[in-house]
């Protein structure tokens, strides 16, 4: 284990996200501009945003790196010298490449700007990770097909050299390390160039050819099997392990899911790994945290290839579960009246629990006041985005969120 607390990098869509994740306990987003980023169908973000967000992170002794990590093409690069010299002016603390043409690129047009090397680059072992140090890479993402074993040793040898990031939760590729042609294939939609459509998610089904009118499935279920479909990731119950073998960034997968989502999920992380470090000799998972990650966008849960076990398929479906409902978002708390924007249908006799950072997590109260902006009593708040004024016996803060 090296002597620095490890960071928690979390994923920043949009805007929203950004905010949710600083406010919710990251040391760190990851995020994309309007081009080159493998997420071509989230929010992104501008220059001018992303020089706002530096400036935001930086404020909070906090962390923006940026998605270049893109497979490049000759077009690509004749225009990226210009981009990359934009993400140094707009104080990104590092970019996350895949491709070494654009990462030798980055080095010459920008030698001060830090690279860390993406997980798509395949980063399996410890010659790799020397590799991409001494070419001057900060940090490497290492492939999530790695086992706990194979990351603590890849750590040790590296120690001081270069920084070691891994993924901890959230959806993974049924490809290595989401080098994968299927969606190009079937679509003509590049998902290493940002524009999966996540073909191994769909619902499949095999025919024999001389008997093409006997449709056959690869399992019990009669609905169909979804062969290709990964679990998510969730590690949260091995906090202390992970850190114990020297990674550096615990990486949380999400740029395209919810607010709520990341509100959820960095809240836990943050909260589980401040108690290892409170207490790091009697350290255990705590089961409240646990169920949090029950309450948001999930497929079943693995462990990935940490522990060497091989259950990491979903047969069953491919839709993900939510027990949690997000109900509101806080945009503003005076005195006794928390002002919110309506996410989901509640009404006046509601029970809401409290999502925040503070000590106000988990608590609940019952709607018994709510009105417009206009000052208007509100019985029923069923419009989409309307931003109401509730009363509330907590004090709450902006990004704090209600829920069912």
């Known amino acids: 284990m090296n002597g620095r607390k490890v960071e928690l990098l979390a994923p920043a ?25 493998l997420r071509a169908f989230s929010g992104n973000f501008t220059l001018d ?32 010298p210009e981009y990359i010299s934009a993400l140094k002016k707009a104080k990104a603390d590092a970019v996350l490449v895949s491709d070494p043409g654009i990462f030798s690129l980055v080095r010459e047009v920008e030698p001060d700007l830090p690279v860390h090397i993406s ?19 900060e940090r490497v993402v290492l492939a999530r097909e790695l086992s706990l074993e194979e990351i603590r040793e890849i750590a040790t040898e590296t120690q001081g050299t270069v920084d070691i990031e891994a993924f901890v939760h959230g959806a993974m590729c049924i490809s290595m390390s989401g080098r994968c042609l299927l969606s190009n294939y079937l679509t003509n939609r590049d998902g290493n160039r940002g524009e999966c459509v996540q073909a191994c998610r769909w619902e499949y089904q095999i025919n024999e050819v001389n008997r093409p009118n006997e449709v056959l499935t690869v399992g019990e279920d009669s609905r169909g099997t979804y062969f290709l479909n990964s679990k998510d990731m969730n590690l949260l119950e091995h906090i202390d392990k992970l850190i114990d073998a020297g990674i550096d960034s615990l990486k949380i997968e999400g740029r395209m899911k919810s607010p709520f989502y990341v509100a959820t999920v960095v809240n836990a992380y943050r909260r589980a790994i401040d108690a290892f470090y409170a207490d790091k000799d009697n350290y255990k998972p705590d089961p409240v945290l646990l169920k949090e990650l029950e309450l948001t966008s999930h497929r079943q849960y693995t462990t990935g290839f940490y522990f060497g076990d091989y259950d990491r398929q979903c047969y069953e479906t491919s839709k ?30 509601d029970t809401l629990q409290i999502l925040s950072a503070d000590d106000n997590f988990g608590k609940e109260f019952v709607i018994e006041e709510m009105t417009d902006l206009d000052g208007n009593v509100v019985e029923d708040a069923k419009n989409v985005q309307q931003k109401l004024k509730i009363k509330c016996p907590y004090k709450l803060s902006k990004y704090d969120i209600l829920r069912k």
């Open 320 to 349: 993900p579960k939510q027990i949690g409902v997000f109900i509101a978002s806080v945009l503003d708390c005076d005195g006794e009246y928390i002002t919110v924007e309506q996410r989901n249908r509640f009404k006046i006799g």
């Open 119 to 137: 997980t798509q680059a395949n980063s399996t072992n410890v010659n790799t990770v020397k590799f991409w140090s001494k070419l001057g890479a």
């Open 49 to 80: 945003e992303i020089a706002f967000c530096a400036d935001y992170a930086h404020n909070l002794g906090k962390k923006v790196y940026i998605t270049v990590n893109i497979y490049g093409k000759n077009d690509d690069l004749k225009r990226l």
């Open 13 to 37: 869509g949009n805007m929203e996200k950004f905010f949710t994740a600083m406010h919710f306990g990251a040391d760190a987003v990851y995020m994309a501009g309007k081009e080159f980023g």
